[in-house]
Nanobody, 112 residues
Framework: QVQLVESGGGLVQPGGSLRLSCAAS????????MKWYRQAPGKERELVAAISNTGGNTNYADSVKGRFTISRDNGKNTVYLQMRSLKPEDTAVYYC?????WGQGTQVTVSS
């Protein structure tokens, strides 16, 4: 069955960096656009970044443009989210998404 497993979250100070990974299995990874969402406490889940199936096209939420980079390795069935210059408002559970499937999420906390 389709599985998406996120990793790489944690506690980081403001201005720091983290790289999230999402390992996919159970489907032909290279056929699908992949996305990262996040959900902060008390807020709705929001789209952070998306990448086309080949990796040739990417899109970002305005709030993360210039700080986050989405990428993928179709040979490893993995999508990444490199996060830099992190701010407290980036604190959230980050989810990997493919149409019709979600990972379990990984917590990112930005705090001094």
């Amino acid at each position: 069955q389709v599985q998406l497993v996120e990793s790489g979250g944690g506690l980081v100070q403001p201005g720091g960096s983290l790289r999230l990974s999402c390992a996919a299995s159970g489907f032909i990874f290279s056929n699908y656009m992949m996305k990262w969402y996040r959900q902060a406490p008390g807020k709705e889940r929001e789209l952070v970044a998306a990448i086309s199936n080949t990796g040739g096209n990417t899109n970002y939420a305005d709030s993360v443009k210039g700080r986050f980079t989405i990428s993928r390795d179709n040979g490893k069935n993995t999508v990444y989210l490199q996060m830099r210059s992190l701010k407290p408002e980036d604190t959230a559970v980050y989810y990997c998404n493919r149409v019709g499937a979600w990972g379990q999420g990984t917590q990112v906390t930005v705090s001094s």
